[in-house]
Nanobody
Framework: QVQLVESGGGLVQAGGSLRLSCAAS??????MGWFRQAPGKGREFVAA????????YYADSVKGRFTISRDNAKNTVYLQMNSLKPDDTAVYYC????????????WGQGTQVTVSS
């Protein structure tokens, strides 16, 4: 059974940092990513990483501040978030897919990130 378990969310002041983790069990994937959903808004893409090549992709809103990385041995993906802003406040979701492109097949339960001004 595939599971994505996120951790690392919390409350931080603007300008601070947090690191999210997502441990995948059950199998490995082609691509893993992070999405977020703020109150009253739709879910938006944040970052993704190709498991084999390590290529990374970012939303413009987080480029230069967030870094996605992976640990193959632990089957875990991380999202290092620096210079956090109140606009980054959202529930962050980990996602995974079997194919390089297309829809994501599995989603985590989400972890809350709150950035105070």
């Amino acid at each position: 059974q595939v599971q994505l378990v996120e951790s690392g969310g919390g409350l931080v002041q603007a300008g601070g940092s947090l690191r999210l983790s997502c441990a995948a069990s059950g199998r490995t994937f082609s691509t893993m990513g992070w999405f977020r959903q703020a109150p009253g808004k739709g879910r938006e893409f944040v970052a993704a990483i190709s498991w084999s090549s390590g290529n990374t992709y970012y939303a413009d809103s987080v480029k230069g501040r967030f870094t996605i990385s992976r640990d193959n041995a632990k089957n875990t993906v991380y999202l290092q978030m620096n210079s956090l802003k109140p606009d980054d406040t959202a529930v962050y979701y980990c996602a995974a897919r079997y194919h390089q492109f297309g829809d994501y097949d599995y989603w985590g339960q989400g972890t809350q990130v709150t950035v105070s001004s």
